[in-house]
C-alpha cells in the first residue's frame, strides 16, 4: 500500500491500522521518497520509541532516515502492549482504591467487586489504542516528513543493507532499535492456558480472572499486581528478592520502600518475598502455583491466573548473528556513550541495549545516535536518571537514598512528611496531602503518602528526593536536572522558590523552614 501521495486523516488511519492488525496478510505500507531509490544516511531498524524520535531528529537536522518496523505502526511497544496499558491500568487502580477505602461512605457507592472488570479495562483499551497509533503514522509523515515502511518484517543483509517488504534499501548507517520481549522462568507448565504477560494480558486475555499469582518483583510485578488487586481479583505476589530490590531499581530507599509494600498489604495483596516459583499446575488451565518459601519449604498457591513479570531479552539474535555486534551476558547489544555498536556505522538505541528499560532512555538514544550520525558529536550517559513506578500510588524517586547519602556524607539532613519523631502518633497526621489525596487526609490520614528530601549538611545541596503520592511525577524531572547539574540544588535556593499551593511534594515549604539556619537540622 503507497501512501505517500495520500495524506490520510486520523480516522482512515486507525482503519488502516486496525485491518492490518486484524489481518495476516495486509501488504506493506511505504511512505517512501523517489520509491526508496538511493542511499539513506540512516535506516532505522524498529520504529519503537527510539527509532521514531531518531529519525525525526535525524530528518529535522536535515538527514534522510527511514524507519522500517514489523508493525503497522510507529511508536512499538509501549503505546502497544506497555506503557500505555499500564498507565491505564494504574489510574483505574487508583480510582478504585478510593471507592474501596470509602465505600458506602459519602456519595461512594458501596463496593462491588463484580463492577470492576479487568476483561472490560483490557477492551476499553484494545478499542481506543489504535488513536494514538494513527496520530503517530500521521505526525511522522506529515510534519515530521520522515519515510517509512511499516507492517513488514525487516531481515538484515550487512551493515549497510536491509531487506524488507520484498526490496532491499541502502544506508551509510544503521541504528538498530529492535526492543525486547518478555523473559520467563524455566518451569513446567508456563504453556498452560492462563499465564500471561503484559503482552499476552492485552491480546490474549478471554475471561475474568478470580485469582491471580504474578511472579516477578520488578515494576512489572508491582504494577500489574496493584491493578489486580485493586480489581477485587485477589493477588499473591512471588518474588525472589525483595519487593523493589531487584537490581534493575536503583536508589530505592528503605523507608519510601517499606511504605510502599505495607501500603500494598494494607490493601489485601499477598507478598511472598524470597519465594521462587516452582511449577504451575493443571490439566490444560492454570489451576494452581507450586512455590518454594523463603524457608525452603514448598506451598500450592490455588489460582486461575498467572502473571509473569520477569524482566525483558533483548531482541539482539539477528544483530549478532548477522552484523557480529558485541552482546552482552543478557543478551543486551554493548554500545558506547555515542551509542556506536563495535561495527563501524551500527547503532543500537533503546530496550536493545539493556537496563534501565524506559521510554526517556530509548527516545533519548535515538537523538543521540541521530546526532553522531549527522557529525554532531554527541554523547548519552543514562547511569543516572529519575525514577518512578506505580502502585495505587505514583512513587517517584532521584538521585540517593538516605543509605547511599550516609555512606557518602558525614552529615545528612533529612526532611521528611511524616516526620520521624517517635511517639508522635503520624497514623493520624494528614501530612502530607495535596490534591488527589485530600479525601484520604481527612478519613484516613495513614494513606496519604509519603515524602523525603536528602541533604548533605556540609553543602547544603539537595542530593536525593522520594515521593509517593500523585501528580509529583513531573516536578521530579527538573529535580532530577537541578540537582545533577554541576552546581547542585541546596535547600536554600530550593526554600526561595514559589510554590503553588497545595503542592503534591511540599519539599520547598519544608526547605524554607530550615533554610535560615546556618547549621541545618533534620525536620
Ligand atoms: C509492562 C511495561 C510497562 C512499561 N511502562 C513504562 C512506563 O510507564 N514508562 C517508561 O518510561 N517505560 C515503560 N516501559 C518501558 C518501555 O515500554 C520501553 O523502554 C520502550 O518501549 C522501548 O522502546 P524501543 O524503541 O527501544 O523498543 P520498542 O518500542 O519495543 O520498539 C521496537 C520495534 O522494533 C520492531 N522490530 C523488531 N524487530 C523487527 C524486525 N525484524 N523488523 C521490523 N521491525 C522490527 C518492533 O515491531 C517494535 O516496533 C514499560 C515496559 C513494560 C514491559
Ligand atoms: N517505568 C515503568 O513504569 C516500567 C514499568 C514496567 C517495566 N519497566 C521497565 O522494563 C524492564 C523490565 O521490568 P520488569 O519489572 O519486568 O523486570 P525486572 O525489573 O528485570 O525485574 C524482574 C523480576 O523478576 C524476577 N525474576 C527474574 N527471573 C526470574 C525467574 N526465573 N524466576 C523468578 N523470578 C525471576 C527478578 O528477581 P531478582 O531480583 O531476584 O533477579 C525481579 O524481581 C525494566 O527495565 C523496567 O524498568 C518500566
Redesign the pocket.
Known amino acids: 500500500m503507497d501512501i505517500k501521495d495520500q495524506h490520510l486523516n486520523l480516522a482512515q488511519w486507525y482503519d488502516v491500522i486496525e485491518t492490518a492488525l486484524q489481518d495476516t496478510d495486509a501488504e506493506p505500507i511505504l511512505n517512501l521518497r523517489d520509491d526508496g531509490a538511493g542511499v539513506y544516511d540512516a535506516i532505522f531498524?524498529?520504529?519503537?520509541?527510539?527509532?521514531?524520535f531518531g529519525a525525526a531528529y535525524l530528518r529535522a537536522m536535515g538527514g534522510r532516515p527511514l524507519i522500517?518496523?514489523?508493525?503497522p505502526f510507529l511508536?512499538?511497544?509501549?503505546p502497544h502492549?506497555?506503557?500505555v496499558?499500564?498507565?491505564l491500568f494504574s489510574d483505574v487502580a487508583a480510582e478504585l482504591d478510593l471507592w474501596r477505602w470509602f465505600s458506602g461512605q459519602l456519595f461512594f457507592p458501596d463496593w462491588d467487586p463484580g463492577r470492576a472488570s479487568i476483561l472490560e479495562i483490557i477492551r476499553l483499551f484494545l478499542r481506543g489504542r489504535s488513536s494514538a497509533h494513527a496520530f503517530m503514522n500521521w505526525q511522522t509523515k506529515e510534519q515530521l516528513d520522515v519515510e517509512y515502511v511499516l507492517n513488514?518484517?525487516?531481515?538484515l543483509v550487512d551493515a549497510a543493507t536491509v531487506e524488507?517488504a520484498g526490496r532491499r534499501f541502502e544506508a551509510r548507517n544503521l541504528v538498530l532499535?529492535?526492543?525486547?520481549r518478555?523473559r520467563h522462568p524455566d518451569i513446567p507448565g508456563m504453556e498452560l492456558r492462563g499465564v500471561f504477560d503484559?503482552a499476552t494480558l492485552v491480546e490474549e486475555l478471554d475471561y475474568e480472572p478470580s485469582r491471580c499469582v504474578v511472579i516477578g518483583g520488578g515494576?512489572?510485578s508491582l504494577?500489574?499486581g496493584s491493578f489486580f488487586q485493586a480489581t477485587g481479583c485477589q493477588t499473591v505476589i512471588v518474588s525472589r528478592s525483595p519487593l523493589m530490590r531487584t537490581p534493575s531499581l536503583h536508589h530505592v530507599d528503605e523507608d519510601l520502600r517499606r511504605y510502599v509494600v505495607d501500603g500494598m498489604r494494607k490493601r489485601g495483596v499477598e507478598i511472598l518475598e524470597g519465594a521462587e516459583p516452582v511449577a504451575i499446575l493443571g490439566s490444560g488451565k492454570v489451576e494452581r502455583v507450586v512455590v518454594r518459601l523463603a524457608g525452603g519449604e514448598t506451598a500450592e498457591i490455588e489460582t486461575d491466573f498467572v502473571f509473569i513479570g520477569t524482566g525483558?531479552t533483548p531482541?539482539s539474535a539477528?544483530a549478532r548473528d548477522v552484523l557480529g555486534v558485541r552482546v552482552g551476558p543478557q543478551g543486551e547489544v554493548l554500545v558506547d556513550k555515542t551509542m556506536r555498536t563495535n561495527v563501524p556505522n551500527v547503532f543500537a538505541?533503546?530496550?536493545?541495549i539493556g537496563a534501565p528499560?524506559?521510554?526517556?532512555?530509548?527516545r533519548r538514544?535515538?537523538v543521540t545516535a541521530a546526532k553522531n550520525i549527522m557529525g554532531e558529536a554527541a554523547e548519552f550517559d543514562f547511569s543516572e536518571y529519575p525514577d518512578?513506578l506505580h502502585t495505587t500510588y505514583e512513587v517517584t524517586w532521584v538521585g540517593l537514598s538516605e543509605q547511599e547519602a550516609r555512606e557518602r556524607f558525614a552529615d545528612v539532613i533529612i526532611i521528611q512528611m511524616p516526620p520521624y519523631v517517635e511517639d508522635l502518633d503520624t497514623e493520624h497526621l494528614p501530612l502530607p496531602c495535596a490534591d488527589r489525596t485530600m479525601l484520604y487526609a481527612f478519613a484516613k490520614p495513614e494513606l496519604s503518602g509519603f515524602q523525603k528530601l536528602v541533604i548533605d549538611g556540609e553543602s547544603r545541596r539537595v542530593v536525593g528526593a522520594h515521593h509517593v503520592g500523585y501528580g509529583a511525577k513531573d516536578a521530579f524531572q527538573y529535580l532530577d536536572y537541578l540537582i545533577h547539574r554541576p552546581e547542585g540544588l541546596t535547600i536554600d535556593e530550593l526554600g526561595n522558590m514559589n510554590e503553588l499551593f497545595l503542592n503534591p511534594e511540599h519539599f520547598i515549604q519544608l526547605s524554607r523552614l530550615r533554610a535560615g539556619r546556618s547549621e541545618l537540622v533534620n525536620l
Open positions: 531498524l524498529g520504529g519503537g520509541a527510539g527509532g521514531r522500517v518496523d514489523a508493525w511508536g512499538g511497544t509501549c502492549q506497555a506503557c496499558p499500564h498507565h513488514a518484517r525487516a531481515r524488507v532499535g529492535m526492543g525486547a518478555s503484559f515494576k512489572t504494577e500489574y525483558e531482541n539477528m538505541i533503546g530496550d536493545l528499560m524506559e521510554m526517556f532512555k530509548a538514544c535515538g518512578f
